[in-house]
Structures are given as structure tokens and as C-alpha cells.
């Protein structure tokens, strides 16, 4: 079995930063590529970052220069600083990872709140 654990979510004011991490646990070999995408009411999930196990990043054009994807490979986690955050960063945040436990999976985790609001 295998778990996404975000944290970091909040109430925030227009202009300021917030950091998202997710965790992954349970029974398996490794963690590919890690992601974090974004959802609101009436939406389809959009795609805000991902990152590789090298390290290799990408970004959507809408948070490039104001969103950083990390990861630490040792802790399964990645994370997701967010800075000069505007009201249409309000979204569910939703982890991604593609999980080896023999084959390739993808998993989601939960999903944290983030709200932009002055």
C-alpha cells in the first residue's frame, strides 16, 4: 500500500508565501518523477510542477518565477514553495508521484487547501 501525504496548505494573503510538502510512504522501491497540480470548482486539474528523481524541473507558465518544486529523495518528499501568491493560486493542491513497486504507478494524495484572500 502505498500513501500521499501533503501538508503545508492554508490561509494566506495576496503577495505572501506558502510551502506545500508531500510525503510518500509505504511498501515500495523507489519514486520517480514527483508533481503537484491544482484544482478549483468547475475546473479541470492543471499541472503547476513537476520534478524528476534527477531533479530535472517543469513548470506551467502561470507560476514560473514565483513557484519552486524541491525534493528530497532520502525522505520520499517533495515540496513546493510558493511565493508572491495572488488570488488565483486559491486551489486544492493535489501530490503526485510515479511509484516503482515492480511496475510504474501513479499515485494522488488527498489534496491540501490553499486560499489566496485578503
Known amino acids: 500500500q502505498v500513501q500521499l501525504v501533503e501538508s503545508g496548505g492554508g490561509l494566506v494573503q495576496p503577495g505572501g508565501s506558502l510551502r506545500l510538502s508531500c510525503a510518500a510512504s509505504g511498501s515500495f522501491v523507489f519514486v520517480n518523477t514527483m508533481g503537484w497540480y491544482r484544482q478549483t470548482p468547475g475546473k479541470q486539474r492543471e499541472l503547476v510542477a513537476t520534478i524528476t528523481r534527477g531533479g530535472s524541473t517543469n513548470y506551467a507558465d502561470s507560476v514560473k518565477g514565483r513557484v519552486t518544486i524541491s525534493r528530497d529523495n532520502a525522505k520520499n518528499t517533495v515540496y513546493l514553495q510558493m511565493n508572491s501568491l495572488k488570488p488565483e493560486d486559491t486551489a486544492v493542491y493535489y501530490c503526485?508521484?510515479?511509484?516503482?513497486?515492480?511496475?510504474?504507478?501513479?499515485?494522488w494524495g488527498q489534496g491540501t487547501q490553499v486560499t489566496v484572500s485578503s
Open positions: 503526485t508521484g510515479t511509484i516503482y513497486r515492480g511496475s510504474y504507478q501513479d499515485y
